[in-house]
């Protein structure tokens, strides 16, 4: 039996609502046939437990993998030249996520009903649509990354022969065409293959940082292993969303006409067109405050950041990974009109998130300085600081984690852009000023500025919202 017909007598998500839709509680022989189809909110959230589990058991792999391979390149180029490669990376990235679409969400937001529906054409057009978005921006992000490149590269601290290997870097983003199988993976709660895929660049990276290192190699070859660590992930990923569609026989008799694919589906633009720009606001303020460090304090400040934020990122990357196994549920249950249900399973993650938040945050606190010394090496010892209060802002969205995808769930996408927007010119316009002011550690006192901002808005309006449902 496949995950599809799994689905069958599980809600999904309601008829495509546009971004103002709303959902009203069902009736009380709703909620009771519900729960005895495994709706209930303790079942709900043990699910999301445990499909999070499954990605944070590889996660965790990952990450003891990401600080190994950082660990490597650190002492063996210092902070300098480890932070071109920092710098090249972060640049790709950042085009990458501005000229992306969140196709994933559309996917899982619209495909979920039509799978429930047995509507198989509907479906084939939704996924044609969310391809062509990945394809189109992938190739517009290529082109504005290696032109810009030619400008802004010196003004970040790369030399004359650098700007030439980050403009090659820059086809790492025609080759992340992975929102799509992002979108199909999660949809048919696939984290397992998820969790696989997840380990693929650190392990990659890993085993070509040890080889480098022990040849004794140039930063030139730390960056090719990291392109074709990124590279192989990606083309790894497109195979198995491939491979799961196959499975899953939803793509017999699709053709490739591309005519009247948004047709079907209500509201999908503004949706989509929300999706994207919150998914840059999401990520940009992050990514500028690392290109922001290049430009005032170099290469070797940048580098600082790099692993403050690889070390305080594991809490970001937690929230994050409770987001993506959370959201299925959450739309299922807006689907099914559950407003109870809802709100309690919502409060519940965020009790969850804070608890996490808290406990890494003393852990950090103890140990950081001693782990940055022994991992990373005298030219990292200065990271304590920005680690420190990165730890702290992480923690603050930890907490808050459930309630943006809640502002999807429900159909109200547009807020939680609104929210991020706010949040994101707060936290670049306190970059601005602290980095002159204060130096490296402005960077982390910017983060916990702009994170606590979005989530007190996140707070005050989820919960208003909910409490009307």
Same mark, same amino acid.
């Given at each position: 039996m496949t995950t599809r017909d799994n689905q069958k007598g599980m809600a999904s998500d309601a008829d495509a609502p546009?971004? &103002?839709?709303?959902?009203?509680?069902?009736?009380?022989?709703d909620v009771t046939q519900r729960q005895s189809d495994g709706w209930s909110p303790d079942h709900l959230f043990r699910r999301v437990l445990k499909n999070t589990g499954i990605v944070v058991s590889s996660k965790g792999v990952a990450v003891v993998a990401g600080v190994a391979y950082l660990s490597l390149a650190a002492q063996a180029l210092g902070a300098a030249q480890f932070g071109i490669i920092v710098l090249i990376h972060t640049y790709s990235a950042f085009v990458r996520e501005i000229v992306s679409f969140k196709s994933w969400q559309a996917l899982i937001r619209y495909g979920a009903a039509y799978l429930d529906k047995d509507d198989l054409g509907a479906f084939q057009k939704l996924l044609k649509l969310t391809l062509c978005l990945d394809v189109a921006s992938a190739v517009i992000g290529f082109l504005i990354g290696a032109i810009a490149i030619q400008y802004v590269g010196p003004r970040f601290g790369l030399a004359p022969d650098a700007v030439p290997l980050?403009?090659?870097?820059?086809?790492?983003?025609l080759i992340n065409v992975k929102s799509t199988p992002l979108g199909v993976l999660r949809l048919f709660n696939r984290f397992d293959l +998820?969790?696989?895929?997840?380990?693929?660049?650190p392990i990659l990276r890993l085993i070509g940082v040890g080889i480098a290192s022990y040849m004794g190699a140039s930063w030139q070859i730390y960056l090719l292993v990291w392109f074709i660590a990124g590279a192989l992930s990606a083309l790894v990923l497109v195979c198995l969303g491939w491979r799961e569609l196959k499975r899953q026989k939803v793509t017999e008799g699709m053709d490739w006409r591309l005519r009247g694919l948004a047709s079907p589906h209500e509201g999908?633009?503004?949706?989509?067109?929300?999706?994207?720009?919150?998914?840059?606001?999401?990520?940009?303020?992050? #990514?500028?405050?690392? +290109?922001?460090?290049?430009?005032?304090?170099?290469?070797a400040g940048a580098a600082l950041l790099k692993v403050a934020q690889e070390?305080?990122?594991?809490?970001?990357?937690?929230?994050?990974?409770?987001?993506?196994?959370?959201?299925? &549920?959450?739309?299922?249950?807006?689907?099914?009109?559950?407003?109870? #249900?809802?709100?309690?399973?919502?409060?519940?993650?965020?009790?969850?998130?804070?608890?996490?938040?808290?406990?890494?945050?003393?852990?950090?606190?103890?140990?950081?300085?001693?782990?940055?010394? #022994?991992?990373?090496?005298?030219d990292f010892a200065d990271a304590y600081g920005v680690l420190l209060i990165l730890t702290l802002a992480s923690s603050v969205a930890m907490a808050t984690f459930a309630f943006e995808p809640t502002l999807y769930a429900i159909g109200r996408p547009q807020l939680a852009l609104y929210i991020k927007l706010v949040a994101g010119i707060v936290h670049v316009?306190?970059?601005?000023? +602290?980095?002159? &002011?204060?130096? +490296?550690?402005?960077?982390?006192?910017?983060?916990?500025?702009?994170?606590?901002?979005?989530?007190?808005?996140?707070?005050?309006?989820?919960?208003?919202?909910?409490?009307?449902?």
């Open positions: 546009s971004p &103002e839709g709303s959902i009203t509680s069902g009736s009380a022989t980050a403009t090659v870097y820059c086809v790492l983003i +998820l969790g696989f895929q997840a380990l693929i660049v999908i633009w503004p949706f989509v067109w929300t999706a994207n720009f919150h998914g840059t606001a999401n990520m940009a303020s992050t #990514y500028i405050a690392t +290109l922001s460090v290049g430009f005032i304090l170099g290469p070390i305080a990122g594991a809490l970001t990357k937690a929230a994050q990974l409770f987001n993506s196994t959370i959201y299925p &549920e959450l739309a299922k249950l807006a689907g099914s009109q559950s407003g109870a #249900y809802l709100r309690q399973i919502v409060f519940k993650s965020g009790k969850l998130g804070l608890l996490i938040g808290s406990l890494f945050t003393v852990i950090v606190f103890v140990a950081g300085q001693p782990v940055l010394f #022994y991992l990373f090496g005298d316009s306190a970059i601005i000023v +602290l980095l002159m &002011e204060i130096g +490296l550690i402005g960077a982390g006192v910017a983060a916990l500025i702009g994170n606590l901002v979005a989530a007190i808005l996140l707070f005050v309006i989820a919960s208003r919202l909910l409490a009307r449902i």
